[in-house]
């Protein structure tokens, strides 16, 4: 049996942690972390100014902001001087055009150089930036377009005829697209604009837009995971809250190079794929191919990684690719891997440990938290299966909110709605469209996050599940997350998903849903054996009454399971909305 606490010892803590583990917040701790910031020349605050432009007036300028990897071995960097004046020409292209700060400016990007020059640029000209996936098809870019309100959108030539290009009739609020990565001996595509000739013409120096900590910043859609996107409206103020998580969350030191493996489609991929680091004036690795579990190895190992963030699907097929793999590969400069997203499964943390030499730290937040929450920090002990204690600065409670409006603050142990104090620099200040919704999510002076969880004697947080897939049976609340935990404990599962199926008696089936790893193969004597081990370790009430196994298992964009869709398609039940499903069938 392992233990059920992992404590941190000298090789854990190769650099000293940025958060000691002893250290309490005090009572100024957002007040003392602001002074970091700079704010704009003259006044105001702008998160590109932040990110970028504070670093290369400094002694950061020649620092490697970005390491460009092509996906053929190739790579190029590019110092926070270099991104500065090349997100600087952008903002003037924009200036150029004639959008005005707040239009709303949408991306289609694949990770490379434009995405980040299109959100920097686009936040120095007062732009709301919206990433999209760019493995997104057309309807679900056509919707977020609208939703929205994009008049300007910068892609690439590919993404633009593949997927664009027959939407555009639809989009009449669409003035501007912007393509990228056109050969010199192609016609711009109708109704487009060059960006490579136009940036070539525009000016290395850009007067930033006089953006404040309440300007609106950045769009992101939700994952969809539950229902359809919503769209989170966020503010330049947030700076603050990715500082202080990139430097306690990710314990980003100056000479760190970052790896951020997320898509820039998904919330993590801005706030820290691109804007946590940058604030830090690290150096980022930014890798524009697809996952491969050898070429993510070499990765780490060739680009001398110190510091990962990264998600429990990735970790999962990397779990699924073996153990030997892995070993062909040595990883003494990784220091710290941390992963959000979805549970992490105590197996997965210890994997970590086991395999890549380091635990795997969880950490929680939302699209509408804007950034990291609750977290297991380097200093601190993980108990493996927590999603971590609240960030310094953060104050979290369980709460049940009563039909009466009012909040009940339940004790340790007892599983209710995981809430957040509000305000947090980072905090989301609309959902698009949708402001009785948004009202909703918050009661007095707390935001309440929809999902369930419960804190611990010692003031851990243990994920139980989302609001929307608990499941009730016979009387009982049955996380999802726990039953998924004690499959994947068994060597053949490679994944579960856990659902609620009605019934009459109980009121709700457990329903377990299997993919296997790579050399098992479905079979009625392995059904049984889960079955029994689920058993054994849950007891019969939480234990799942039923068993399928799937080749693989539905996943958004962003790598989450989507149990909704597992359940609807049990039931016969329309789908739902499936812009953000990975490889819809
Ligand atoms: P939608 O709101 O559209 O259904 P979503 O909630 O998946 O989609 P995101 O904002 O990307 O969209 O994800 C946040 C959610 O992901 C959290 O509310 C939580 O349910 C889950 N999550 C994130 N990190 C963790 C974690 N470390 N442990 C457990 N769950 C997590
Ligand atoms: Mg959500």
């Not at 670093?55 to 950061?60: E, K, L, P």
């Not at 393509?179 to 109708?190: M, P």
């Not at 609106?216 to 859609?221: A, K, M, Q, T």
Request: glycine share 10%; proline share 6%; aromatic share 8%.
């Amino acid at each position: 049996m392992r233990p059920p606490i992992i404590e941190k010892t000298a090789s854990d803590l190769r650099l000293p942690p940025n958060w000691p583990a002893s250290e309490q917040p005090g009572p100024f701790f957002w007040t003392t972390e602001a002074a970091a910031l700079a704010g704009l020349p003259g006044g105001g605050l702008n998160l590109a100014y932040e990110a970028v432009d504070r670093h290369a007036r400094g002694d950061r300028a020649e620092h490697i902001a970005l390491r460009l990897l092509d996906g053929e071995g190739g790579s190029r960097d590019i110092s926070y001087a270099q991104l500065s004046a090349l997100s600087n020409r952008f903002a003037n292209v924009l200036r150029g055009l004639g959008v005005a700060p707040g239009a709303r400016l949408f991306i289609l990007c694949e990770r490379g150089l434009e995405l980040f020059l299109g959100v920097l640029g686009g936040l120095k000209n007062g732009c709301v930036v919206s990433p999209l996936f760019s493995a997104f098809g057309p309807e679900p870019i056509a919707t977020r377009l609208r939703l929205g309100e994009g008049s300007i959108l910068l892609t690439s030539e590919t993404l633009y005829r593949r997927k664009v290009a027959g939407i555009r009739a639809e989009l009449p609020a669409l003035r501007h697209v912007l393509v990228h990565g056109q050969r010199a001996d192609e016609r711009v595509a109708h109704g487009c604009l060059d960006l490579q000739s136009l940036m070539a013409q525009a000016d290395e120096t850009f007067s930033i837009a006089r953006t404040r900590a309440d300007s609106p910043s950045l769009l992101h859609f939700t994952s969809g995971t539950t229902g359809m996107p919503k769209g989170a409206l966020h503010v330049h103020g947030a700076a603050l809250t990715h500082y202080v998580t990139g430097k306690y969350a990710l314990d980003l030191h100056p000479e760190d190079i970052y790896w951020c493996s997320a898509d820039p489609g998904w919330v993590t991929g801005t706030s820290y794929g691109i804007l946590a680091p940058l604030l830090l004036g690290v150096t980022s690795i930014v890798d524009s191919a697809e996952f491969d579990a050898e070429r993510w190895y070499s990765i780490l190992e060739q680009q001398r990684v110190s510091v990962w963030y990264t998600a429990p699907t990735a970790i999962r097929l990397l779990m699924k690719a073996g153990v030997a793999l892995a070993q062909r590969h040595r990883f003494p400069d990784l220091r710290f891997i941390a992963s959000v997203g979805e549970p992490l499964n105590a197996e997965a943390v210890w994997w970590g440990k086991e395999v890549l030499g380091l635990p795997i730290h969880d950490n929680w937040w939302q699209t509408e938290t804007g950034g990291i929450m609750i977290a297991n920090l380097l200093a601190w002990p993980i108990k493996p299966g927590s999603m971590g204690k609240p960030l310094p600065g953060v104050e979290a409670a369980i709460i049940e909110h009563r039909e009466d409006g009012t909040l009940r603050f339940l004790a340790a142990g007892k599983v209710g709605e995981l809430a957040l104090k509000q305000p947090w620099p980072a905090m989301f200040r609309a959902y698009l469209g949708q402001e009785e919704r948004y009202r909703r999510c918050f009661a007095g002076n707390w935001y309440l996050s929809g999902d369930l969880a419960r804190r611990d004697a010692d003031g851990y947080y243990w994920f139980v599940g989302r609001g929307d897939d608990v499941i009730k049976s016979a009387g009982h609340l049955i996380g999802p997350f726990e039953v998924e935990s004690v499959l994947m404990e068994h060597p053949a599962v490679a994944e579960a998903a856990v659902v609620g199926k009605p019934e009459p008696l109980l009121g709700e089936l457990v329903k377990a849903f299997v993919a296997l790893k790579d050399g098992y193969q479905p079979s009625a004597a392995l059904h049984d054996e889960l079955l029994g081990h689920a058993r054994k370790r849950l007891g019969a009430a939480v234990a799942p009454k039923e068993l399928e196994f799937q080749a693989q298992l539905p996943h958004t964009r962003s790598g989450k399971l989507m149990r909704r869709l597992l359940k609807a398609r049990e039931l016969g039940l329309p789908e739902g909305d499936t812009s953000t499903l990975e490889n819809p069938r």
